[in-house]
């Protein structure tokens, strides 16, 4: 890979990680536990699916560096295959019932804010300015989805044996967050890349420090997803990514060119 | 002729040190638009217009978003063409600015008397000990948001979110209203 490809998998990585997870949050639309969280679920959502615009017209345009004019944000978003999205497989996994969509986002709220916190130094100017602005918004989601946490994990003897047991299952999938391949590590050098490996340090301490209010264990040490294994930053995803793509993007597959 | 806005300092009024009437023309007929889901506040009152600027074919209109999903922004990008053209008679062009992001403290003084008015109250100061009180219990927070129709500040957030992107869902103890609260942002 050269540069220019690099750094167009990177943004991707940064599109596709929101651009899943809004699709999933919009499944709770009409169907939330209580009419806030549902606006709350699709308010979070659509702030995500913001972010992952901006990030997929910028990735468009570094492709078209390369071979011009590059994929617009909707051919990115909606006729790729799952072997080309390049989001984490946390945001991909199903919304089980409701502590489970608040333990996924949490477990990525925290992640979320680091790496947008670290991006919005990097030398890459355009990066550096849909992270700062994405900052802001994934800072007001954070208080949310701890709020949640807390109040699962810290509620009834039901709420909280099911908000350990959500984030029990998830909790492999948080090592693929700062596993760093040799494609993210020369944008790293580079100044451009969020450097992951150093955000486990302050991820681990945020997220021990929540579970302990919500009176939650941290998983035992078990297999992780991580740097040994490929997965869905470098396009091996769970079978849930291919079956979410099927829904969200059958009309401009059935009817290509559609308008709205 | 370029006029930039001014950055991260409440209001952004025409400027001052309008050098022909042109530029001043385009900035009163921006200020006809409105957010269309804060109909009562125009987006120069709401601070995001952040540049008006003169160039060969017709005028370019920098604006930035308030929030990155906003789903007011193409509407608003529509009309603020129509607004230039039906003043200037010209073509506008649109620029999207992300930096620097915009903030609640762009919100001129005006439109938040306004928001007042309408039932929704403003935002504190970002970074203000209002905005950024410590949550004491979860759900719970220290912050003494003012109902905006009896005045009372004993008032709770019932939700995070509200009709928008940018408010939060707010109950007044003493009317027992609930109201929007917009977000320090």
Not at chain 1, 99 to 124: K, M, N, P, Y
Not at chain 2, 114 to 120: C, E, H, Q, T, Y
Request: charged content about 25%; some cysteine.
């Amino acid at each position: 890979m050269n540069a220019n490809a690099q750094l167009f998998d990177y943004v991707l990585r940064l599109a596709d990680n929101g651009l899943v997870l809004a699709q999933r949050l919009g499944e709770w639309v009409g169907k939330g536990p209580v009419l806030e969280e549902d606006i709350a679920s699709t308010n979070v959502g659509l702030d995500l699916l913001g972010q992952a615009r901006l990030w997929l017209a910028y990735a468009g345009e570094i492709e078209g560096r390369e071979a011009p004019p590059g994929r617009t944000e909707d051919e990115l978003a909606f006729l790729r295959d799952s072997g080309a999205f390049r989001n984490l497989l946390i945001v991909e996994q199903p919304n089980g019932h409701y502590g489970d969509t608040i333990a996924r986002q949490f477990l990525f709220d925290q992640w979320h804010v680091l790496v947008l916190a670290e991006l919005a130094g990097s030398r890459d100017a355009r990066i550096a300015g849909i992270a700062a602005k994405a900052e802001k918004e994934a800072r007001y989601h954070i208080e949310r989805s701890t709020d949640w946490l807390v109040r699962l994990g810290d509620g009834t003897a039901e709420s909280r044996a099911r908000m350990q047991c959500a984030i029990d299952a998830l909790w492999m999938y948080t090592g693929e967050m700062f596993a760093v391949d040799a494609a993210e590590r020369a944008l790293i050098d580079a100044g451009i890349a969020a450097d992951v490996a150093a955000l486990e340090g302050p991820w681990t301490a945020a997220v021990r420090s929540a579970f302990a209010e919500a009176t939650l264990d941290v998983p035992a040490d078990g297999w992780m997803q991580g740097a040994r294994a490929r997965g869905g930053k470098q396009g091996v995803h769970t079978e849930h990514l291919s079956r979410l793509l099927a829904e969200m993007q059958i009309l401009p597959r059935s009817w290509p060119e559609a308008r709205w | 002729m370029s006029d930039a806005a001014p950055v991260a300092s409440g209001a952004t009024p025409p400027p001052a040190t309008e050098t022909g009437p042109a530029p001043a023309s385009v900035w009163r007929a921006l200020a006809s638009v409105v957010d269309p889901e804060i109909p009562f506040v125009s987006i120069v009152e709401l601070g995001i217009v952040r540049g008006v600027e003169r160039d060969r074919d017709g005028w370019t209109i920098t604006l930035t978003p308030t929030y990155s999903g906003c789903p007011a922004t193409r509407v608003i990008e529509e009309d603020v063409r129509a607004a230039v053209l039906a003043v200037t008679g010209a073509q506008a062009r649109i620029v999207t600015a992300l930096a620097p992001a915009w903030s609640t403290e762009w919100i001129a003084p005006e439109a938040r008397r306004k928001l007042r008015d309408a039932g929704i109250a403003p935002p504190h100061p970002v970074g203000s000990a209002a905005a950024s009180a410590p949550r004491t219990i979860a759900f719970h927070r220290a912050v003494p948001v003012r109902c905006p129709r009896c005045g009372s500040t004993r008032t709770r957030e019932l939700a995070r979110f509200g009709s928008t992107a940018c408010k939060a869902q707010y109950r007044c103890a003493d009317c027992l209203e609930p109201f929007d609260y917009f977000k320090p942002h």
